[in-house]
């Protein structure tokens, strides 16, 4: 799949998630053969005003490429002048968020509240075009609520202002991430568009990639919640598609050791109480489906420092040894 003049390859990339895909997160997801990765969502708001954190956020690291930063806003003019900024600090391409429906953020006319105004879509994403050099994406969903299922037409719009790809969450706003996906309405939007269209929702197991693909014919993937605790989504993802390997999930012992990883860089980029905090959510992820997941899960909530991290481990190996 080619994003403007940008080649990518592989099959899937990582989804944007706020709060969860942060840097040590997408690079672990890049080494397991994510095809890119995309910026938490940032405010235009924020960085038009010079906000640190939105400036920090935007910050571009080699591991982490191919990246998009992502941006959300509801102001053409304030989504271009943040758009050039982001793309001071170098990433691969621009992402502009129209399906976010957290009420932070849809409350405030952004993410997925533009899907209710498709020509003020439109204009934002000719703006940013018109701003920056770089290719520009969206990702939107499909549609504010159950009867207002409009995906196809703000696709069109997207498409017709320069945008160069479009994933599509085949959810409505209303729906949040409630199941089920709507793999019809990604179908209509491929058949709609000539750019390439990224589908989005319920990728679990590279079963789950093959056949989004196969049914609607999209051109790419997107993971999001389904890397969550499993960074090597990407990896059979890879196998699956590339040579129909069934690559198995692996064991407790290195699933834990690579949550640590992950832990251990989230403590190398940020503040260490927040990343420890953070990791109460990830190490939850990682004990899904295990022998006493939800005794362990408690234990999650009580994490206060490395060393608790570490002990969770032991209880969770010696668990599993016990059975």
Known sequence: ????????????????????????????????GAAYTVSELISSKGISMGDRKSKSMMAVHENERPIAVQIFGSDPKTMASAAVEAEKRAPDFIDI????????????GGGSALLKNPPLAEQIVKEVVSAVELPVTVKIRSGWDADNINAVEVAKRCEAAGAAAIAVHGRTRAQMYAPPV????????????????IGNGDIETPADAAKMLEYTGCDFLMVGRGAMGSPWIFSQINAYLGNETVMPEPPLSYRLATMMR??????????PRNAILESRK??????????????????????????DLQELCRIALEMQDNT
């Not at 968020?97 to 405030?108: E, I, L, Q, S, T």
């Not at 939007?189 to 000539?194: L, N």
């Not at 990830?282 to 997941?293: C, D, E, P, Q, S």
């Open 1 to 32: 799949m080619n994003i403007g003049k940008l080649k990518i390859e592989g099959y899937a990339a990582l989804a944007p998630m706020a709060g969860v895909a942060d840097r040590a997160m997408r690079e672990l997801c890049r080494e397991y």
């Open 97 to 108: 968020n129209m399906g976010c429906p957290a009420p932070k953020v849809a409350g405030n």
């Open 182 to 197: 709507n793999l019809d309405i990604i179908k209509a939007v491929k058949e709609a568009v000539s750019i390439p269209v």
């Open 262 to 271: 992950q832990v251990n860089l989230m403590l190398e980029y940020k503040d």
């Open 282 to 307: 990830h190490a939850a992820w990682y004990l899904k489906g295990i022998r006493g997941a939800a005794q362990l899960r408690k234990k999650c909530g009580e994490i206060e420092s490395i060393a």
